[in-house]
């Protein structure tokens, strides 16, 4: 490989980087238990995507910073922010029964995406929720199973001046299995995959995506 | 001998179509705080909303531009050997003088069919004159600064038919619209169907891309049986020009500037963008002229064995 060639590729890369299609993204690398009321957690992730550009399989890393904030005794607040983009929600602890832990996070987010494909479009939007259920196999180790439904919007930038030609409204159900091992009390290492099935409500169906992921997760409970 | 059946639309006219009116100016307070947010979110608004629309030629019938500064009896005689494809974007047919000369030196001189993109309708007929070449030229939509801007083929045989095809998906920030244009030339008693084409950039995805090929396929396939697709294909993102060869591959065409390399300089390096793609006849010869050609597009050149 040259110089030239090397130079290339790394523009390539970056470019790429620059449009990963975090609107595709299902990882939410979430378990079931909520953040403790009075405590931050942040979170790094790196995430691969898989997902159809032109008639092929495409692969993608999609890095993404995430925090949650406990604001009650059975809920939390957080996000993730991605390349160019930021998904807000909250996650609510329906039932507690040891070892299991069921929780729902609605979620919604936005990006904005400069290089569209097959639904994708410039701005889009999703709107949803995801059911989580742990399971805890002893205080290190929690299984976290997800089923998702999303609702997504997809337009081109003339929206913003009335014109919707071109956009695309979907249905994402999907679903994700994880695996959380605490490092210590206040680190969490969880690794996530998962895959949504995007239905286009005037096309059809859309080739399937997919996320497999590494978070770490650390969390700072507030002085009192 | 020279005809258009529709005169040349008043550039005047055009500028007035794409005035936009200017926001009224907004004024914030100086405090800060909550406030400050509104007002980013305000002008990331304003700078979105300020994308202008293209205006679009959707109509399959036109406007439609042709005429024929052929020399009479020019090539009755002669009989072809090779057959020579070029095809050229002109960057806006700004340096129209620049690209003449390139087109009367070798390799470019004396080309059976020019495939050309990014044209206006007064710069395809200068061209057409100084070559002594028949042409068509259909315009796809205007630019920003009032010139049309579409796609022309222009020949030393003579066009028997000629069509354009609208392409699916506009570009999704001026819903811009593409086209190719289809003419049926007569060599010596063979019909030979040649499409100037110019896809999308990669603003539209690749599978938007690969549509609008497919689309061009669709629209001549069965229809003769030598065949020649040129143009600018905007392959120059990783992996577009592999899936754009795959499918003419299957659709029984094959690569007839295989091996030419780069068709444009950029910032980023050498790009692939140019491409010919022939069914039913042989290439023998092809390559890229990289001097100077008045566009930031080098043409591409194939000769065909003839006859076929």
Same mark, same amino acid.
């Given at each position: 490989?040259?110089?030239?060639?090397?130079?290339?590729?790394?523009?390539?890369?970056?470019?790429?980087?620059?449009?990963?299609?975090?609107?595709?993204?299902?990882?939410?690398?979430?378990?079931?238990?909520?953040?403790?009321?009075?405590?931050?957690?942040?979170?790094?992730?790196?995430?691969?995507?898989?997902?159809?550009?032109?008639?092929?399989?495409?692969?993608?890393?999609?890095?993404?910073?995430?925090?949650?904030?406990?604001?009650?005794?059975?809920?939390?607040?957080?996000?993730?922010?991605?390349?160019?983009?930021?998904?807000?929600?909250?996650?609510?602890?329906?039932?507690?029964?040891?070892?299991?832990?069921?929780?729902?996070?609605?979620?919604?987010?936005?990006?904005?995406?400069?290089?569209?494909?097959?639904?994708?479009?410039?701005?889009?939007?999703?709107?949803?929720?995801?059911?989580?259920?742990?399971?805890?196999?002893?205080?290190?180790?929690?299984?976290?199973?997800?089923?998702?439904?999303?609702?997504?919007?997809?337009?081109?930038?003339?929206?913003?001046?009335?014109?919707?030609?071109?956009?695309?409204?979907?249905?994402?159900?999907?679903?994700?299995?994880?695996?959380?091992?605490?490092?210590?009390?206040?680190?969490?290492?969880?690794?996530?995959?998962?895959?949504?099935?995007?239905?286009?409500?005037?096309?059809?169906?859309?080739?399937?995506?997919?996320?497999?992921?590494?978070?770490?997760?650390?969390?700072?409970?507030?002085?009192? | 001998?020279?005809?258009?059946?529709?005169?040349?639309?008043?550039?005047?006219?055009?500028?007035?179509?794409?005035?936009?009116?200017?926001?009224?100016?907004?004024?914030?307070?100086?405090?800060?705080?909550?406030?400050?947010?509104?007002?980013?979110?305000?002008?990331?608004?304003?700078?979105? $909303?300020?994308?202008?629309?293209?205006?679009?030629?959707?109509?399959?019938?036109?406007?439609?531009?042709?005429?024929?500064?052929?020399?009479?009896?020019?090539?009755?005689?002669?009989?072809?050997?090779?057959?020579?494809?070029?095809?050229?974007?002109?960057?806006?047919?700004?340096?129209?003088?620049?690209?003449? $000369?390139?087109?009367?030196?070798?390799?470019?001189?004396?080309?059976?069919?020019?495939?050309?993109?990014?044209?206006?309708?007064?710069?395809?007929?200068?061209?057409?004159?100084?070559?002594?070449?028949?042409?068509?030229?259909?315009?796809?939509?205007?630019?920003?600064?009032?010139?049309?801007?579409?796609?022309?083929?222009?020949?030393?045989?003579?066009?028997?038919?000629?069509?354009?095809?609208?392409?699916?998906?506009?570009?999704?920030?001026?819903?811009?619209?593409?086209?190719?244009?289809?003419?049926?030339?007569?060599?010596?008693?063979?019909?030979?169907?040649?499409?100037?084409?110019?896809?999308?950039?990669?603003?539209?995805?690749?599978?938007?891309?690969?549509?609008?090929?497919?689309?061009?396929?669709?629209?001549?396939?069965?229809?003769?049986?030598?065949?020649?697709?040129?143009?600018?294909?905007?392959?120059?993102?990783?992996?577009?020009?592999?899936?754009?060869?795959?499918?003419?591959?299957?659709?029984?065409?094959?690569?007839?500037?295989?091996?030419?390399?780069?068709?444009?300089?950029?910032?980023?390096?050498?790009?692939?963008?140019?491409?010919?793609?022939?069914?039913?006849?042989?290439?023998?010869?092809?390559?890229?002229?990289?001097?100077?050609?008045?566009?930031?597009?080098?043409?591409?050149?194939?000769?065909?064995?003839?006859?076929?």
């Amino acid at each position: 490989m040259t110089p030239r060639h090397a130079a290339r590729a790394l523009l390539g890369l970056g470019g790429m980087l620059l449009f990963a299609p975090g609107c595709l993204s299902g990882a939410r690398n979430l378990g079931a238990a909520t953040t403790p009321e009075g405590t931050t957690e942040v979170g790094v992730s790196l995430n691969a995507l898989a997902f159809e550009r032109g008639r092929e399989r495409a692969y993608l890393p999609n890095p993404e910073l995430t925090f949650r904030k406990g604001a009650g005794e059975n809920w939390d607040w957080g996000g993730r922010l991605t390349l160019l983009g930021l998904e807000l929600g909250t996650r609510h602890r329906l039932v507690e029964r040891s070892p299991w832990t069921l929780s729902v996070a609605p979620s919604a987010g936005a990006w904005y995406v400069p290089v569209t494909n097959n639904s994708t479009e410039p701005v889009n939007f999703r709107l949803g929720a995801q059911t989580l259920l742990d399971y805890r196999i002893n205080r290190t180790w929690t299984i976290t199973g997800g089923a998702s439904l999303m609702g997504a919007f997809a337009g081109p930038l003339t929206v913003f001046q009335g014109r919707f030609n071109g956009t695309h409204l979907l249905a994402s159900p999907g679903g994700s299995l994880g695996v959380a091992f605490r490092l210590n009390p206040s680190l969490e290492l969880r690794a996530e995959g998962g895959l949504e099935l995007p239905l286009d409500l005037r096309d059809g169906r859309q080739p399937l995506t997919g996320h497999v992921g590494l978070t770490l997760r650390w969390g700072r409970t507030a002085a009192r | 001998m020279y005809a258009m059946s529709q005169s040349l639309p008043p550039d005047e006219a055009r500028r007035v179509a794409q005035r936009r009116v200017a926001s009224p100016r907004q004024t914030f307070p100086r405090s800060k705080g909550p406030l400050v947010a509104p007002a980013w979110a305000l002008l990331l608004l304003a700078l979105l $909303t300020a994308c202008p629309l293209a205006e679009n030629y959707p109509d399959e019938t036109g406007p439609r531009y042709s005429g024929d500064h052929r020399t009479p009896g020019a090539v009755a005689a002669e009989e072809p050997s090779p057959v020579t494809v070029v095809t050229f974007n002109l960057a806006f047919a700004e340096n129209v003088s620049e690209a003449i $000369t390139a087109l009367t030196r070798p390799p470019l001189a004396e080309a059976d069919v020019i495939a050309m993109q990014e044209m206006d309708a007064t710069s395809v007929d200068r061209i057409a004159r100084e070559l002594g070449l028949a042409y068509v030229y259909y315009p796809a939509s205007v630019q920003v600064d009032g010139d049309d801007f579409g796609n022309a083929l222009l020949s030393r045989w003579p066009i028997t038919a000629d069509r354009k095809i609208n392409l699916p998906h506009d570009d999704p920030y001026h819903q811009q619209h593409r086209i190719a244009v289809v003419a049926t030339l007569d060599i010596r008693g063979t019909p030979v169907q040649v499409v100037s084409v110019h896809n999308a950039t990669p603003i539209v995805g690749l599978s938007g891309r690969l549509d609008q090929a497919e689309t061009i396929i669709d629209a001549v396939d069965g229809t003769e049986p030598l065949q020649v697709i040129a143009g600018d294909f905007n392959t120059s993102d990783p992996g577009s020009l592999k899936q754009t060869v795959k499918l003419f591959s299957e659709r029984g065409y094959q690569w007839a500037s295989e091996g030419v390399g780069d068709t444009v300089d950029s910032v980023i390096g050498g790009l692939p963008l140019d491409s010919v793609f022939v069914r039913g006849l042989s290439a023998v010869d092809r390559g890229v002229d990289r001097r100077p050609a008045g566009s930031d597009h080098h043409p591409v050149w194939v000769r065909f064995a003839w006859p076929p």
